[in-house]
């Protein structure tokens, strides 16, 4: 057989999202966001809702995800996206809302909105990128950032006596009583990557449903930030992040 | 015995060498390319070995930037 025969139209099995634009992603080589945006265009083409979902921008590297996913998106100022999901979803019942944010977003400058919409049980869904470090502006610390992890604004590692301990957003958005699905995954492998999907979809379905908010936090690799990599940079996330940010569905009524 | 046999296309103008096909492929099958780029200076990826693709799609799955495509079709023997 020749390969000219197995590539035909018949025989495909996978590819990219028709849901994603042609445009040429500007993520780092080995970024996690692409395989984030590729879960979130099959998982709204697989729901038939690509008329009727509404996405959130935020403020860092995904600020541009507007480009790449064929859907209506809005723009929020920095950390303020949950607050924009409200008033959509609040406005167009019928319609997917969610936010998409970095942890530099959404743990740091957006902390007080996140904790308030996922306690108000806002029927939006909120995927959080969690990388320890603030990607876009040059890989500095973020209130996730591991203790003893080196970033530019910490060079000598995270110190508990100068900067704190690292914020857990996840497993605290799960003691919420608004909260109806509250899961941490991880896109590395092929596996994880199965596994973060059916998460994605589920969070959606809840909030389509009326269930409550719905947090999936996806553990990622920041190569460029973290200096290594991209093959690098997912070992030292598996020995790393994972100890500390244990992946598994938190919370799930 | 029907053999299941695969092929996959890559969109190397897309394409950022970021590896993560090469270690996702459980055959070893893919490389990147030594000395070439394309339009954007990026090395990119290419198969070195087509003949025992399985069409298993670990490889396009893993892409952050959706560069490939797969086909697979079942061999009558």
């Given at each position: 057989m020749t390969k000219e025969e197995i590539i035909q139209p018949e025989n495909l099995v996978y590819a990219k999202p028709t849901l994603m634009n042609e445009v040429g992603m500007h993520y780092c080589p080995g970024c996690s966001h692409g395989v984030v945006h590729k879960l979130i265009a099959e998982i709204i083409e697989e729901m038939g809702m690509e008329e009727k979902t509404i996405a959130i921008c935020p403020v860092g590297c995904a600020v541009f995800a507007y480009r790449y996913i064929d859907v209506d998106w809005l723009e929020a100022a920095h950390g303020r996206a949950p607050a924009l999901a409200t008033a959509c979803k609040r406005m167009w019942q019928d319609r997917l809302?969610?936010?998409?944010?970095?942890?530099?977003?959404?743990?740091?400058?957006?902390?007080?909105?996140?904790?308030?919409?996922?306690?108000?049980?806002?029927k939006i869904t909120i995927i959080f990128i969690n990388n320890a470090i603030y990607g876009m502006t040059g890989g500095q610390m973020a209130p996730t950032t591991l203790l003893g992890m080196k970033t530019s604004t910490c060079p000598y590692g995270r110190t508990p006596e100068l900067h704190g301990y690292p914020l857990n957003m996840t497993d605290m958005a799960a003691t919420l009583e608004g909260t109806a699905f509250v899961s941490r995954q991880s896109v590395h492998t092929v596996a994880a990557i199965r596994k973060a999907k059916k998460a994605i979809r589920h969070a959606f379905e809840n909030s389509m449903n009326g269930k409550g908010s719905n947090l999936v936090e996806i553990v990622s690799s920041c190569n460029s930030g973290w200096k290594a990599s991209p093959v690098k940079a997912n070992e030292w996330m598996e020995e790393n992040m994972f100890k500390y940010y244990h992946l598994g569905d938190l919370k799930d009524i | 015995?029907?053999?299941?046999?695969?092929?996959?296309?890559?969109?190397?103008?897309?394409?950022?060498?970021?590896?993560?096909?090469?270690?996702?492929?459980?055959?070893?099958?893919?490389?990147?390319?030594?000395?070439?780029?394309?339009?954007?200076?990026?090395?990119?990826?290419?198969?070195?070995?087509?003949?025992?693709?399985?069409?298993?799609?670990?490889?396009?799955?893993?892409?952050?930037?959706?560069?490939?495509?797969?086909y697979r079709k079942k061999e009558e023997a």
């Open positions: 809302v969610f936010t998409y944010q970095g942890d530099g977003d959404l743990a740091c400058i957006g902390a007080c909105e996140t904790i308030h919409a996922l306690n108000r049980g806002e | 015995m029907s053999k299941i046999r695969g092929a996959i296309v890559i969109d190397t103008n897309r394409c950022k060498g970021c590896a993560l096909c090469v270690e996702a492929c459980p055959f070893d099958l893919l490389e990147i390319t030594p000395k070439k780029v394309n339009h954007k200076g990026y090395t990119y990826v290419q198969q070195k070995d087509w003949e025992r693709c399985t069409g298993c799609t670990s490889c396009a799955v893993v892409c952050p930037d959706g560069c490939i495509s797969v």
